[in-house]
């Protein structure tokens, strides 16, 4: 199977296969596409600046000459070693230029393919599926889980620990941008510089604009049954590269987090308290928010709605290419109905 997944990615990046000298990365997240490409780049070549080991070919122009590809593939290198031929793909198709080398693969270089998102039928992803000289590695949004382990691993670089609170808190600004990401955790490993742990204060210290403007907006205005300034901010989420799973994620997190607090209230815990117990923590510009939803709903309705969120995860997985329309559709409804619960 020539597309990679997982630990597979990883593993190849560490140590490219030589039988496999076609590499397509491609995805949504330009971010981790070139994050990606670059690491490959460098286990190729030691000196990526170096013009007599690497070719930078722009896709654009490679359209308009395709075999110029397979001429570049077939120059030996000056001082011996395996050539690299780092093709940056544009708005104009490649694929004419690189089913020759799909076909006769070359033995001294490597075809490295930088590229977007591309359609499950756009013919150099389809070709580069179905060879087995190719290695395609597709580069989505990171979800959740993805966003916590890049946290752990920032953090652990840069010779500090998080609280699983401020891991958890720090997920819900990141969006799905992975050079974006990478470059927030950064900034908050550099503040916490001198000390052991990144704690909560330390993320609302560094980040809290982003945690009043990211995720949770979107999550409170669904919640407490604010439509228009909902589909307002899921507009801007779009723009920013917000994945629709982290939206998805945090929102039933935060429904699940309700549901137990509702449940407190309901057996006679006062408001208040069931905020100062929410898990996970609450950042405290979101308290009065957060009290203000618990009375909104029943745990009979936030049950359901946790229910839902939970399909809608899985339908938003299998059904991609319409994920924002689902995810915004139930968001929205549920807007509504909070809205209404407001109203009595």
């Known amino acids: 199977m020539t597309i990679l997944k997982g630990s597979d990615i990883d593993r190849f990046i560490a140590g490219p296969d030589p039988r496999r000298p076609i590499i397509l990365v491609y995805g949504p997240d330009i971010g981790l596409v070139s994050e990606r490409a670059r690491a490959i780049a460098g286990k190729i070549a030691t000196d990526l600046d170096d013009p007599f080991t690497v070719t930078r070919l722009d896709g654009d122009s490679l359209a308009g000459d395709p075999a110029r590809l397979a001429d570049e593939a ?28 799909l076909a006769a693969p070359p033995e001294g270089a490597a075809i490295l393919i930088e590229a977007g998102d591309l359609k499950k039928t756009a013919p150099l992803r389809t070709d580069a599926e179905r060879s087995a000289a190719a290695a395609v590695i597709p580069c989505y949004a990171d979800g959740e889980a993805e966003l916590k382990r890049l ?3 920032e953090a652990r670089q840069a010779g500090l620990q998080v609280e699983p609170a401020a891991v958890t808190l720090l997920t819900q600004i990141l969006g ?32 809290g604009e982003s945690l009043a403007l990211g995720v949770d907006a979107i999550v409170d205005t669904a919640l407490g049954g604010q439509p228009e300034e ?16 982290q939206i ?35 950042f405290f510009r979101r308290k009065v928010a957060v009290e203000r939803q618990i009375g909104l709903w029943t745990a009979e309705k936030l049950h359901r709605i946790v229910v839902r969120l939970a399909e809608a995860g899985f339908e938003t997985r299998a059904r991609a290419a319409i994920a924002p329309i689902l995810a915004g559709r139930l968001l929205m409804s549920i807007a509504t109905a909070a809205r209404q619960s407001a109203r009595g």
């Open 74 to 101: 077939g120059t030996l290198s000056m001082f011996g070693g395996r050539r690299l031929i780092w093709v940056r793909a544009g708005e104009k198709p490649i694929a004419a230029a690189v089913a020759p080398l």
């Open 151 to 153: 946290v752990v691993e």
């Open 176 to 207: 799905g941008d992975r050079a974006a990401s990478r470059a927030e955790i950064r900034k908050i490993c550099l503040y916490c510089h001198g000390q052991n742990t990144i704690t909560v204060a330390d993320i609302e210290a560094v980040a």
């Open 230 to 245: 909902l589909d307002r901010l899921l507009l801007r989420a779009d723009g920013a590269g917000i994945a629709v799973a």
């Open 248 to 282: 998805i994620a945090a929102t039933t997190r935060h429904a699940l987090g309700l549901h137990k607090a509702r449940l407190a209230v309901e057996s006679g815990t006062p408001a208040r308290t069931a905020v100062e117990r929410f898990e996970p923590p609450v």
